[in-house]
Nanobody, 116 residues
Framework: VQLVESGGGLVQPGGSLKLSCAASGSIFDINLMGWYRQAPGKQRELVATITSDGNTNYADSVKGRFTISGDAGKDTVWLQMNSLKPDDTAVYYC???????????WGQGTLVTVSS
């Protein structure tokens, strides 16, 4: 599975961005897709995930501001980010998981910078 992210950029605090992740290859066995982020000097952390049957999960820090859509059975997943804060500044990575057998795949990342 190959994952390609797009949509990152510079945005002012309070603004919005929408990230896209396009999957290709053996996508038929993907069970879950999600977004992770890594800020400078910090560990990579989960942002949001969505399963093939549409169940979503969010980090507490983004609940009510970010929305993940698409599903793991299709070839694209999006992350709508609203009310962005400087603390949201990070490289955002798309992830796809297959569970039987377990495999995980990562995109190359897209930079989101929230600054005035």
């Amino acid at each position: 599975v190959q994952l390609v992210e797009s949509g990152g950029g510079l945005v002012q605090p309070g603004g919005s961005l929408k990230l896209s992740c396009a999957a290709s290859g053996s996508i038929f066995d993907i069970n879950l897709m999600g977004w992770y982020r890594q800020a400078p000097g910090k560990q990579r952390e989960l942002v949001a995930t969505i399963t093939s049957d549409g169940n979503t999960n969010y980090a507490d820090s983004v609940k009510g501001r970010f929305t993940i859509s698409g599903d793991a059975g299709k070839d694209t997943v999006w992350l709508q980010m609203n009310s962005l804060k400087p603390d949201d500044t990070a490289v955002y990575y798309c992830n796809a998981e297959s569970w039987s057998p377990y495999r995980t795949h990562w995109g190359q990342g897209t930079l989101v910078t929230v600054s005035s």
